[in-house]
């Protein structure tokens, strides 16, 4: 079946603005709460958004196999379920329902009464319930500069990085959707030079910018996904600041890996991006460097080109963008690491999330983490208030945006955008 | 309120065997199928499974506040929820209508027709949706030797394992309970001598002797649970059985941690034994060799008496003891773990679990893993069958057994029984 919701030349009867992220050929998932205080699953086109638990209610998805209340959900994860095959004809649906040349809703004031917001009625929430999360460790470039930071300059590549799409098991309890705030966390940490650790709150705060992917229900115990089947499993992406205290994680993650250091908070940006919405966007990806085993070797183009950014807004000030990276840097890819993930025979799940890992590129001005961007507070960076920034302040705003482009169609994301609380306080908060 | 059902001197109508792990006195939750095909919320008293959605509907919790359909569903995740004080509400209950000198079930033979099952006419599920499942490394012994066996003898404990729960994130998606057969898991290692990694079977599967806890909701993000109340939050716990590729574990857990060497399947007990039941059973636990930072510090008796023992079954032959061990060896305890876990803000839900890490005792023969058991295959063990073991054979089956026993009442957990079935095969499998 083609996707033909992708067509570029399609116009919506729904106004966008030129240079916004949900042109009618994006067509995201997400859940948000109406005024009305009724929780849908919905889409977005332009700046309107669109609840599809109501437009189906009203019979615009009829010859699509849908149970009547799949958009009646406070999750995605029953119509992730149902597969590619739906997810596409949904889409396309949508597609037609909002094209320019298609009469039958733009026409009808009631039905628009009942199913067009603007977003500033609604309130998005977490758009999975995610089961499971995993995080990889997929940009080289990142993987480099925390080796030679932490480690050896000499041989900052540990010997499996090249071998494996490392990765590590996640809390799912502590993703939040953007726009929830976040306590600083507080911990253990080993000051320098002391032997007994110390209590209180972390002092090195750190954003990391990352993609993650939302799977389907893709295989049973002991069964592992070929390589070539794993991109049917994957729904759609989304913006992902997976924060971290660095000087908790230090002390804690040797040799089980990180703990509190990332439980604290993880952010993710509300609108689902379907893979079949990035398919123009494909690019060929970083040619492997060395050889690698047959379940992981994957044909095609198995990366894609989604620019990046971070910007930082300190308490009234504007912000700072002090990052501009590419999901195209991706050594390992989706594939490789959904590959990797159930060779053992590891099941997954709908809504399981992957995380790409730190994204950082080529370029000092590229990197994704505030450990790397100021070199471990040894370059800080200049804000547009003047003030100086190692790591993440109280009431700092740390804030991520992406977007492809190609012949005049973007698509994009949207952003993740989560500000960063002082110390929780239990007399105070309560 | 006080634990009426923990009255050591109450009989049951229902026969009880004298070495039963599960006399009045237990009283645990899990989740099955019945003889009719339907999944309920049920307990257990001797060798008797009970149906108790079909006691509520007729009218058995009366004066309870319980939702109409808590115990028909197939999770006891609700339940749960509902708070320490509801489950011992019920648990109470159930001593009452179980005791022998109440009548009232006893001598109403079609109540007992409906409410009572055959344990070999029901099926034992997963008893909870486990939304996050995190597992510490809590046993000295265990650490210990793992630090002798990997990396240096005169210092076995890493810095930081004296002062901190050490712990990491689990995957949930493959935690399955007693009875559901396991694949060896395929994946790369690194032979030893060689530069490059290869593809195939994990030759060294191993077991890890654990114990689990399931918690109820305890707080929101960003608000740690203070110590004195963790146990609060704490519903009961089962025996679990880590399953480790030893060799996998070996090539991927530098930096991040484990991954697949333990994802490819965790198994346990199906009833989950409550907190309550195991009161009588505490016992002071190990002494802090350092002092622990404030919110670490515990007051009162920390840890639990539960013997632990597991068992190797070869295929057609009697199954041979391999290890008897205890949940009193645990250095930190699960308040700890929870306090540790929730310091960062980190939520918990209802649901969630804890695995204790493996529990080994002071000596060889009470080490709770084959790597430790074999001293990583110099001493191999002998089967009744006269094979030796140094990791765990295709086509073994791996038990293993709990219980408290005090002043002639024995409180116990059944048992987590695991085959481990040859690699995958998918041209065979489907």
Redesign the interface.
């Known amino acids: 079946m083609s996707i033909t919701a992708n067509n570029p030349d399609r116009k919506s009867w729904l106004h966008v603005d030129k240079n916004s992220d949900f042109p009618i050929q994006n067509i995201p998932f997400g859940v948000f709460l109406t005024r009305d205080d009724i929780i849908t699953i919905g889409t977005r086109i332009g700046d309107t958004a669109i609840d599809l638990g109501a437009l189906h209610q009203l019979g615009y998805f009829e010859g699509i196999p849908l149970t009547d209340d799949i958009f009646l959900q406070d999750t995605l994860n029953d119509f992730i379920a149902d597969g590619r095959k739906t997810w596409r004809l949904v889409r396309n649906r949508i597609a037609d329902i909002f094209d320019n040349e298609n009469g039958t809703l733009k026409n009808n004031i009631q039905h628009k009464e009942t199913v067009l917001f603007r977003l500033d009625e609604i309130e998005m929430q977490l758009p999975v319930q995610i ?2 999360y ?1 995080d990889f ?1 997929s940009s080289i470039e990142h993987a480099t500069n925390v080796g030679t930071l932490f480690r050896d300059p000499e041989n900052a590549l ?3 990085w090249l ?2 799409p ?9 993703i ?1 959707p953007s726009g ?1 705030d ?2 600083r ?4 940490t ?1 000051p320098a030079g002391a032997n ?2 110390v ?1 209180g709150p972390s002092k090195l705060v750190d954003f990391e910018l990352e993609m993650a992917f939302i799977t389907t229900d893709a295989n049973d ?4 996904i070929p390589i070539d089947e794993a991109e049917e499993y994957i729904f759609g992406l989304v913006l992902f600041n997976d924060w971290s ?1 660095r000087d ?1 994680q230090k ?11 990332k ?3 993880s952010s993710i940006s509300p609108w689902i991006v379907t893979l079949d919405a990035l398919e123009p966007y494909r690019i060929q990806g970083p040619k492997p460097l060395k050889k690698q ?3 992981l070797q994957q044909k095609g183009k198995k990366g894609f080109d989604i620019n990046l950014e971070v910007a930082l807004q300190p308490e009234k000030a504007k912000e700072t963008v002090i990052s501009k990276s590419n999901f195209k840097y991706m050594y390992w890819s989706m594939a490789q690491q959904l590959a ?2 159930t ?7 709908s809504g ?1 999330m992957m995380g790409s890992g730190t994204i950082s590129g080529p370029t000092p001005d590229s990197y994704g983490s505030m450990l790397e961007l100021s070199w471990r507070g040894e370059k800080p960076l200049t804000m547009n208030d003047g003030t100086e920034r190692k790591f993440i302040n109280d009431n700092d705003t740390v804030i991520m945006r992406g977007y492809c482009e190609k012949d005049g169609t973007r698509i994009g994301f949207g952003e993740v955008k989560t500000k960063l ?1 002082p110390v ?1 306080n ?1 007399k105070k ?1 309560k």
């Open positions: 089961g499971d995993t460790y540990l010997p499996n071998h494996i490392v990765g590590y098991h996640g809390r799912s309890s502590s939040i929830i976040v306590h966390p507080q911990g253990q080993l007994e650790p209590f115990l002991g069964e592992p205290a908790i002390w804690e993650y040797v040799p089980l890996g990180p703990f509190l250091a439980s604290f908070a085993l047959e379940y990797h993930h060779i053992n025979g590891c099941p997954i799940n399981d609380l929780f239990a908060n």
